[in-house]
């Protein structure tokens, strides 16, 4: 069995990954990023389309160039790459953590590490979590394989489509199933407004007049060997109604119906997750509820961009710097989902060290106001131009927005919209 020591070891060679790595790196730190696929990049070695490292590197970017970007920085800054790695269990040990991984070149490899951050993003939901009725014949496809089929291994996965939610993942694929010549039918969304980027959906279906039905499901998959054509139902007070269904004649289906973080390996480990975002529960430095464990990127909520994620994990890996040289804060408030809030990330805040905060409503509303209480004292307050629940907004907190709160260790900060 082979063995290493570090400082501190990243699961996950992603976006939130590497920019994690780089800034323990940076700080001085010995770290080894460990990754189960045979390169760096994650996701984005698949999204071929251009929209990141606008915030991140103040130039667009595609998904790959976006990635190449860190790699370097990876390599440049002497860090350790795991790669066709994949870790079984973190386990305590007296010097901090061990990791035993395992790969084909190196059989069993046991990382021994001060504190560990947990970047591993997160999964596709697939046609089994949402239940569609119906027969099982081929066609079916999570719209991130269909991606991969098409961007990397250059294959069509079909000719005739359906994408099942408007997620930025099946936006993004309608547009590049229209371009490599098949023919989109249409978008099916369950929900009374778009699951995606709003920027997606302007350029992905309006732009190639591509048909988005809201408050639709399908209903039904039919076909023998490949599928044939869909059912597609309207709601009814969250009911399908079958007198106003109509069929898609199509032979192939993408699914584009959410994603879960990769959160197995953090429940071994001990780690509460959040029954909300299914990601760990983190403190106002990243932590989760095991000391020496951070959460950070997709694994923890589910971000809109890769430059947010990115942006995340570096503050992650600066924290897990910071706890290694015991300076921990002296104290925290916890935050709490008000009124049209789903959840706010990360769930405590550093009033001595105030930093960003990431949220995201239940409601979709313009000209809606997001409203700070503290003890039920008005503390921040910012007009929002428009909101949604596909949209996540971020909050940057001063000290000058805090200095004046007098927040006691038992204080709540309460975020909502209104």
Known sequence: MHERTYDVAVIGGGAAGMAAAVEVRRQGLSCAIVERENQLGGILMQCIHNGFGVQEFKKELSGPEFAEEFMDMVADAGTDVFLSTTVDSIEESEQGKELYCYSRKNGVVKLNAQAVILAMGCRERNRGNIRTPGTRPAGVFTAGLAQRLVNVEGYIPGKNVVIVGSGDIGLIMARRMTWVGAKVHGVVEIQPYPAGLTRNIVQCLNDFEIPLYLSHVVSRIEGKNRVEKVTVSPLVN??????????????????????????????????EISPITSGAVVDSTMMTSVPGIFSCGNVLHV???????AEEARRTGA????????????????????????????????????????LRTLIVKNNAQLVMKLNNNIVKERKLSHVQPSEMVSVKLTKKDVEDWHAESDSVLEVSVQ
């Open 303 to 309: 971000h809109d961009l890769a430059d947010y994620a």
């Open 319 to 358: 924290y897990a710097v910071a706890w290694l040289q015991n300076k921990k804060p002296a104290r925290q408030l916890r935050i709490k989902a008000g009124a049209n809030v789903r959840y706010v990330s990360p769930g405590m805040i550093n009033p001595e060290l105030p930093d960003k905060l990431y």
């Open 238 to 271: 969250g009911i399908p109604d079958e007198d106003q269904s109509f069929e898609i004649p199509c032979d192939t289906l993408l699914l584009s119906v959410g994603l879960v973080p990769e959160n197995e390996l953090s429940e071994n480990a001990g780690v």
